[in-house]
């Protein structure tokens, strides 16, 4: 056995063999075999999803073929070959031989090769079954959706009891199909992530999980922090190895000349060893959100030596810092201060590899622009970068599984839900972006009788096995649950809803709305024969949501263009969120300690919640959230009751305006500013009222600042505005916003 070599790793990808599966063909026992003739097999690009191939969408079994030589530095080493993540069910073999299966789409798995692997000339097949989940979807027996247009099969259809584990991949509202019957067409598939073979010597660091701990004396931060590294070490030998385990603990993305280090001696016995590793560092940087401070992080790297040769070592990074959740309050602090989450739902895409680092890193660097400062993970799990990048811009991510809607509540169904529950939290642990856990969205939502029990079954021992793995971070069981609400006013809830009526929660995990994208985006998704007049049937199942749009966005559907119908449901979208946000941050910790815009992007080539389209087109909503999500935030609170938000707001002449002027201060200081505000007519140049009024803002706060009493005027006919500006003591913008209402 060769030592003194380390970690080495080749990668298998680029072009693969495929042929598609012929369950008729009992040919196919012979697919693993070196001998088999794969002449007529086709080529394809991996990593890749099927569905963005000439495979398209397709449920079921594609079988995949590459051969490979073994490199001079590998052999002779402990050689082990890893998928980063197959969607869905794996089964391996090589050189005629079968290594194992797995199960799940987002996890890396991997196999010990070392006694099959050959010199060259490798032969490696794939079978990568993504089948259609055999649950019943059922007609919702509702008035609201009978009545609607569309035929029968396109009418709202509740899945009975998921089973394939792999939330909005394969279920939910966005995606081709929408809730139709065909809800999971468009199906996602095959080997999505990298393809590598790992050299290491016969002492092996399987996994490292890293704790750290802010140290207090007398319940006051000393300034110092413990680091914890559990390591799993195999020892791949039949004897007993002394070996030698190496800690190098530095800055990675700060300037500091500090190295902290701790080695010692370990006994391993064939098989699995769990040793714990921990350090201090004396004065410690932590990471913090971007807009709380700096997202500080450190590098561990461990090297695993027998007689000062290194057999394995790992690179870690990773940051210090302390998220809490009151469960009394459902606020959030950070590094003890208290932090509101101005939030947003991401997505990349539903066939994740397309999906690149760069358009990450400028989805992430428009968010920061938007100042956001937390991004909600909702029923899937993202690629590595994704979260490596929100380590390092200070992003705190709130993490979902992958279960939304109607699941099963059967012992088997937890069983393998439990091993893919534990995958997660062990993947993305040790990213400092992290702040809290979801075990699944909306387990309660369920249009059918005889709900299973996913939140009492299958949400508790989900909560049980991510407690087990991460016993640090808040574990949330499910929406509608501990606090936590979802608000889609004009879209799954009635947009007459009187807000200062309903129940709110401190985490609203969803708000927003939906709309129709451009013109120019809409012809790509929507065949041109179904576009206009509209075909329901195909709208819907591009995610229109007829019934919805008539009760709840209340969309005026007898309007006679496609273009004035794509403006009335833009604009619709735009005011609903502007004013949704405004709401919700008049409420800051009374009691609102995040908000989550559902949601940045769509996922597919559908009719989307998204504010920026398929195609990377921004809709209105985008511009009308950014102006309302600044950190100072000026807003009015009008005197209407009901107080419904999204549409048109009328006094007559004769009638008191109230309007509260609250502002918002998300900063951790104080700020001296000065708000200038006008009540004005819009067709002309007359102002009715205005004041200019120098303030000093609480730090993390919103207040009420002003209130303005206006008689309306019997001579007031039209459109007003309340035009409010906040600028520092340098004349800099902070907060720029208006209120719209008319006098009719």
Partial sequence: MKHGYGRKITELNGTWLYTLENKADSGRVNFPKPE?????????????????????????????????????????????????????????????????????????????????????????????????????????????????PMSRPYKKHWAKDLSIVKGHLIDAMHRPGAMTKFRQDGNTGGIWQPVRLIARGETQI????????????????????????????????????????????????????????????????????????????????????????????????????????????????????????????GQWTLNGSKLFLRGMRYYSS???????????????M????????????????????????????????????????CYSDSDELIERAGIMMRDMVRMLHNHACIGMWSVFKEPQIYGLPNMPNNYGRLCEILYETGKTVDPIRWMHKGDYQEGVQNLMTGCCQPGDLDMKRIRIEPNIVEFGSHALPSRKSLEKIIPKK?????????????????????????????????????????????????????????????????????????????????????????????????????????SLEWNKDPYIIGYDKFWKPGDLFVGKIWINNDFQRELPVTLNWALRHMDST?????????????KDSAKVVETIHWQVPQRAHGSYTVQMLVTDENGNTLSENDFLFIIA
């Fill in 36 to 148: 088999h003739d794969r002449s007529a097999w086709q080529k394809m690009n991996i990593p890749n999803n099927w569905y963005l191939t000439e495979v398209g969408d397709y449920d079921g079994a594609v079988w995949f073929y590459r051969s490979f030589d073994l490199s001079e530095e590998m052999k002779g080493r402990k050689v082990s070959l890893q998928f980063v993540a197959v969607d869905y069910i794996a089964q391996v073999w090589l050189n005629g031989e079968y290594l194992g299966s797995h199960e799940g789409y987002f996890s890396p798995f991997e196999f010990d090769i070392s006694d099959t692997v050959l010199a060259s000339s490798n032969c490696l097949v794939v079978r990568v079954d993504s089948p259609r989940d055999p649950t019943e979807y059922i007609l919702v027996d509702d008035p609201n959706n009978l009545s609607t």
């Fill in 366 to 405: 428009e968010m920061l622009e938007m100042n956001i400062n937390s991004i909600r993970i909702g029923s899937h799990v993202e690629l590595d970068d994704f979260y490596t990048l929100c380590d390092r811009m200070g992003f705190l991510v709130w993490q979902n599984f992958p279960l939304h809607y």
């Fill in 686 to 698: 007359s102002t009715e009222m205005e004041r200019a009024l120098p303030l000093t803002l609480a």
């Fill in 530 to 634: 179904d576009l206009w007049p509209p075909n329901w049937d195909v709208w819907e199942y591009y995610c229109f949501f007829y019934d919805l749009q008539v009760r709840h966005t209340r969309l005026d559907l007898s309007l006679d263009s496609l273009d004035k119908l794509i403006e009335q449901s833009q604009k619709i979208e735009a005011r609903t969120i502007k004013e949704q946000i405004e709401f919700l941050r008049q409420r800051k910790y009374a009691p609102v300690g995040s908000m989550y815009l559902y949601y940045w992007n769509d996922a597919a080539p559908v009719i989307g919640s998204g504010i920026v389209d398929y195609f990377g087109e921004k809709l209105p909503a985008y511009y009308s959230m950014k102006q309302v999500y600044t950190p100072v935030l000026a």
């Fill in 350 to 364: 539903m066939y994740l590899s397309e999906i690149s680092s760069i358009r990450m890193e400028k989805d992430l």
């Fill in 206 to 329: 399987s996994y490292a999980k890293v704790y750290s701990k802010i140290v207090e004396r007398n319940f006051v931060p000393d300034g110092s922090a413990l680091v914890s590294i559990d390591l799993e070490i195999t020892n791949t030998s039949r004897e007993i190895i002394q070996a030698e385990a190496e800690l190098l603990v530095e800055a990675e993305n700060f300037n500091s000349d500090e190295q902290i280090t701790r080695s010692c001696s370990i006994e391993l016995q064939p098989g699995m060893t769990i040793r714990k590793l921990v350090v201090t560092i004396p004065e410690v940087r932590l990471w913090s959100t971007w807009d709380t401070g700096k997202p500080n992080l450190y590098k561990a790297t461990i090297r695993l030596k027998q007689k000062d040769l290194i057999d394995d070592h790992r690179e870690i990074i990773f940051g210090v810092k302390n998220i809490q959740h009151d469960d009394a309050t």
